[in-house]
Every structure is written in structure tokens, then in C-alpha cells.
């Protein structure tokens, strides 16, 4: 059974930095394409970054280019999202995404910024 697990989140200040996980089981984490998406009150879900199977290559929102980096370690099945000079309208659940064959997503970790 996959399971997509995100931790992380929290309240924090403006201007501060938090750092979002994402634990994968049940599945061959390494073939999957990693994602970050988002989704604020009232609004459409979103992409954030994504990033390859190898983790070479990395793809991100105009709206978060030079504050956040994804990165991953396919040895410990973990995807990672840095986040950093967050702003209130980073406010969000952030979900985790995980594409191969399929599509899995995880529950979500609600990341607020506010002061």
C-alpha cells in the first residue's frame, strides 16, 4: 500500500523559514517524479516545484523561484521542501505528489504565515 506521509508545517513569521518532509512507502520511491503542490482557502491547488527520479533536475513557481528548494534522498524514501523568506501568501496545505504508473498524493501539511 503507498503511502505518502508530509510533516512540517507549522505557524511561523513572516520572513522565516520552515522546512516540509514527505515519507514514501509501499512503492519504488526512486522511479517516481517528486512534487510539491499547494493549495490556499478558496483557490485552485497549485504546483510549487517538482523534481526528477534522479534528482537532477528541478522545476518551480515563478512565486517561490529563490526562496524554496526541493531536493530528495531516494535512499531514505524522503522528499524534501526548504522554505524560506516566507511570505503570507505562502499560507497553504502543502501536499505531496508522487507520479509513475500512478499518481499518489499525500493528506496535506498546513503551513500558515502570519505574525
Known amino acids: 500500500q503507498v503511502q505518502l506521509v508530509e510533516s512540517g508545517g507549522g505557524l511561523v513569521q513572516p520572513g522565516g523559514s520552515l522546512r516540509l518532509s514527505c515519507a514514501a512507502s509501499?512503492?519504488?520511491?526512486?522511479?517516481?517524479?517528486m512534487s510539491w503542490y499547494r493549495q490556499a482557502p478558496g483557490k485552485e491547488r497549485e504546483l510549487v516545484a517538482n523534481i526528477t527520479s534522479g534528482g537532477i533536475i528541478t522545476n518551480y513557481a515563478d512565486s517561490v523561484k529563490g526562496r524554496f528548494t526541493i531536493s530528495r534522498d531516494n535512499a531514505k524514501n524522503t522528499l524534501f521542501l526548504q522554505m524560506n523568506s516566507l511570505k503570507p501568501e505562502d499560507t497553504a496545505v502543502y501536499y505531496c505528489?508522487?507520479?509513475?504508473?500512478?499518481?499518489?498524493w499525500g493528506q496535506g501539511t498546513q503551513v500558515t504565515v502570519s505574525s
Open positions: 509501499g512503492m519504488s520511491f526512486s522511479y517516481y517524479v
Open positions: 505528489s508522487a507520479v509513475w504508473l500512478m499518481t499518489y
